[in-house]
């Protein structure tokens, strides 16, 4: 018989600063090598790379090796929610810089979460999908209408869901920026991925942040009304 899990080992690994300054920079679902997360951290990439042992113990991180450089990445999406929950109500920290606040700026208008959209323009889409009843509430999560499997199917979605997975299909992820859910979930993760492909969207440089493409606006405005919100300098 297994044990009540243990929260305070989980916490005591999340909550050291250098450590959760690595974790965050790897919301954004990419993987990333030892060095730059000791830049992440500003600690020597020693000092990394003993925290970074002790986060792939603790289940937090895996690990892959290519060549001679060793690349970390979140151990699930599990990890990934559990990071963004405690962003929504931790308490916002002071910021120290003109490129911080452009990084925070950017990062509320559009970012990754783990795999899915967040920030302004990830909740404007779920907040559109569901007026639209192309996804609804039910429970703790959302499930996709009949009209929701044809529309984003036809815009080139992947929208099957293997039974066996772990994973939630479509769940709501409270946004800790907007204080209001985006869609998550594999089905999120598939959204998501297709804007991608679509370059509707586009990762920004050394931050999980992303940039709404001009495409990207008219994509979203025609395909489902969204009324996209003011870009703050992330649309070119």
């Known amino acids: 018989m ?3 899990p243990n929260i305070g080992e989980v916490a005591s690994l999340i909550g050291e600063p250098s450590r959760v300054a690595m974790l965050l920079s ?3 679902g990419k993987s990333l090598p030892a060095s730059e997360l000791a830049r992440a951290a500003r600690i020597t990439p020693q000092t990394a790379s003993a925290h970074l042992s002790k986060l792939v113990e603790g289940g937090l991180l895996v690990n892959e090796s290519y060549g001679r450089h060793r690349y970390y990445r979140l151990a699930n999406a599990e990890v990934a929610h559990a990071l963004e929950s405690l ?6 920290k ?9 990084q925070v700026r950017a990062m509320r208008y559009a970012r990754t979460c783990y795999d899915h959209l967040a920030g302004e323009v990830g909740v404007a889409l779920t907040d559109q999908l569901l007026a639209l ?9 959302f499930v996709l209408t009949d009209a929701g499997r044809q ?3 036809g815009l080139g979605v992947d929208v099957n869901f293997s039974p066996k997975s772990r994973r939630r299909f479509a769940r709501p992820c409270l946004d800790w920026s907007e204080r209001r859910h985006h869609l998550a979930g594999v089905l999120g993760a598939s959204l998501t991925k297709r804007l991608f492909e679509l370059g509707w969207i586009e990762r920004l440089p050394d931050c999980r942040a992303v940039r709404l493409t001009q495409a990207g606006v008219t994509g979203l405005t025609e395909q489902f009304g969204v009324e996209v919100p003011q870009s703050k300098g992330a649309v070119h």
């Not at 962003?87 to 916002?92: D, E």
């Not at 002071?94 to 452009?102: A, G, K, Q």
Request: charged share 25%; net charge negative; proline share 6%.
């Open 2 to 4: 297994n044990s009540t």
């Open 26 to 28: 790897l919301l954004g």
């Open 151 to 153: 529309k984003l199917s």
């Open 94 to 102: 002071p910021i120290r810089s003109l490129r911080e606040s452009d």
């Open 133 to 141: 009843q192309l996804i609804e509430e039910a429970d703790q999560d």
């Open 87 to 92: 962003l929504a109500i931790a308490t916002p």
